[in-house]
């Protein structure tokens, strides 16, 4: 049995519970909320249950903080809001399609980066995976290149978006190895909440107008919000970012299947392979066992002759 499993379970359902913000993010922009404001909102909510999940647990935050949790608040504050700013902004001017298609190249900048700086061998496995998988989010996305318009400023946005993902999975895999699952999710949710606060603060912080908006709001900070940032800190670290990155397209099949079941998006031929290339992919992963490492050979230690 692989010991990652719970890991790569918990990779896969967090990532699941993620395709869902799209829809709800349509709703909360007809609410009446901006990208920045709806982020904030979903932190800081999120950021409250984190700490009471803490302080059940017995973990003390003060010495989370100097046993260098501030390293993981400075990660969201950074790297993780600027991959998040970047994809939403993109996707205002730019074709969703394209920007999705550019954005799940990031398991492949993921494997480049541990082995350049890193120096992680490169399996052929993962190759395969990657490439299946982006195979399959390329026929998903297809039919929204046709006619789609390749604006300066929306490449401007999506190009740098999978590079700083990569990034962050590749230091996130090393930095959360420190720290609880529920340290690190309220540490990388606090540093985003700062960035995007200050983005609010700036430009306009939006309220939701509705009893619905504010239910959605606490769905998001809750389900996608905190549970799947607990997911993604408990599993980086014991997968690896390669790892991570190939098991987090689970995502794009949930979009694709929300998009099917909930917004009667036909499901094209295209789509449906796919999403079975995506699935094939993460399976291939998931159910890939490595060779146990050869035993290391018992040293012999010479017995002293019995003195004469």
């Known amino acids: 049995m692989n010991r990652t499993w719970p890991a790569a379970l918990a990779a896969v359902s967090g990532s699941t519970m993620v395709g869902v913000m799209p829809l709800i993010a349509l709703r909360l922009y007809a609410d009446g909320l901006t990208a920045p404001s709806m982020l904030f909102w979903r932190y800081t909510i999120a950021i409250v249950a984190l700490a009471v999940a803490a302080k059940l647990a017995g973990l003390w935050l003060r010495r989370a903080w100097r046993e260098g949790a501030w390293r993981v608040v400075l990660v969201g504050a950074t790297l993780g809001a600027a991959q998040t700013l970047c994809f939403w902004e993109s996707i205002k001017t730019l074709e969703t399609s394209i920007a999705v298609l550019l954005f799940y190249t990031y398991p492949a900048a993921t494997l480049a980066l541990d082995r350049l700086l890193f120096k992680q061998p490169i399996r052929p496995v993962a190759l395969f995976c990657i490439a299946t998988i982006m195979l399959g989010a390329a026929l998903i996305t297809a039919p929204g290149l046709h006619g789609g318009t390749l604006d300066a400023r929306g490449l401007a946005w999506a190009l740098p978006s999978p590079l700083i993902y990569a990034f962050y999975l590749a230091i996130n895999a090393r930095l959360l190895r420190r720290h609880p699952p529920v340290i690190g999710a ?20 939006d309220v939701p107008t509705s009893s619905t908006g504010w239910a959605l709001l606490l769905f998001i900070a809750l389900g996608p919000g905190a549970l799947t940032m607990t997911l993604f800190t408990y599993s980086v670290p014991r997968l690896g970012a390669s790892s991570f990155a190939i098991l987090a397209n689970a995502e794009l099949v949930t979009v694709v299947a929300i998009g099917v079941l909930v917004l009667g998006e036909a499901l094209t031929p295209g789509r ?33 002759e019995p003195a004469a």
């Open 272 to 304: 449906a392979v796919g999403g079975a290339l995506i699935v094939a992919g993460i399976l291939t992963h998931a159910l890939y066992r490595q060779p146990p490492p050869a035993p290391r050979p018992t040293p012999v230690v010479a017995k002293a």
């Open 186 to 205: 309220m540490g990388l949710f606090a540093g985003m909440a700062v960035t995007f606060g200050v983005m609010a603060a700036a430009f306009g912080l």
